[in-house]
């Protein structure tokens, strides 16, 4: 039987629960920022191009005030 791949609630569920324990220990998000960061960019690294460019694009135009 194969494995199913995992979907987005999967993935959610998981960031949130690391976010929360690591806020909880620390008080801050620092440390679950810096964590997501470095993970984000080697998954970009290792995506096609096309699929790269569609997430440097999105978190260009994220517009945070």
Known sequence: MAKRKFVKSDIVSVLKSFSNRTYE???????????????????????????????????QSANYK
């Open 25 to 59: 220990q620390a008080l801050s998000h620092s440390f679950a920022t810096g964590f997501l960061e470095s993970m984000l960019a080697n998954a970009i690294v290792d995506m096609p191009r096309h699929k790269q460019l569609e997430c440097l694009k999105s978190l």
